[in-house]
């Protein structure tokens, strides 16, 4: 190779090195501990994908008990991961929200109200047939830090 094709080469591996951002799993023992085979989140540059949350309290295990019960500690659970790196719930950008019944909608709304200020982060809602531990609601979120 010639020198100018070389150094051509090494400027373009460099560029792609910088450019890529180093992804590592983000773990709070103030969260429940991943059901399986998955991190709680994974921080890749300045962003956090948060995996689903259920109503689960990290201490015991036990799965809240009715809707509003369960989307308060899916988003308490969510909250203790984004703590783990230096976030909180105003640095959410993106939330999934899956209901068993897009009949707890409102009963969701009125909890998720309480968590989020007016600059609410883009959201989607999805029905599916059922959750883990038959959980009644499930979270996820991407969080983004400040440049």
Request: charged content about 10%.
């Amino acid at each position: 190779m010639h020198a100018p094709a070389a150094f051509l080469a090494l400027v373009l591996l460099a560029s792609a090195c910088a450019t890529h951002s180093p992804r590592r799993a983000v773990v709070s023992s103030a969260a429940p501990a991943p059901i399986g085979p998955y991190s709680q989140a994974i921080r890749a540059g300045a962003q956090l994908y948060l995996s689903g949350q259920i109503g689960t309290d990290p201490l015991t295990g036990e799965l809240a008990s009715g809707i509003e019960a369960q989307s308060r500690q899916a988003l308490a659970n969510l909250a203790a991961v984004l703590a783990a790196d230096g976030l909180d719930l105003s640095d959410v950008v993106s939330v999934t929200v899956y209901l068993v019944d897009l009949g707890d909608f409102a009963a969701l709304n009125a909890v998720y109200a309480q968590s989020f200020s007016a600059a609410a982060p883009a959201r989607a809602t999805i029905g599916v047939a059922a959750l883990p531990k038959g959980a009644r609601v499930e979270i996820s979120a991407i969080a983004v830090h400040a440049p």
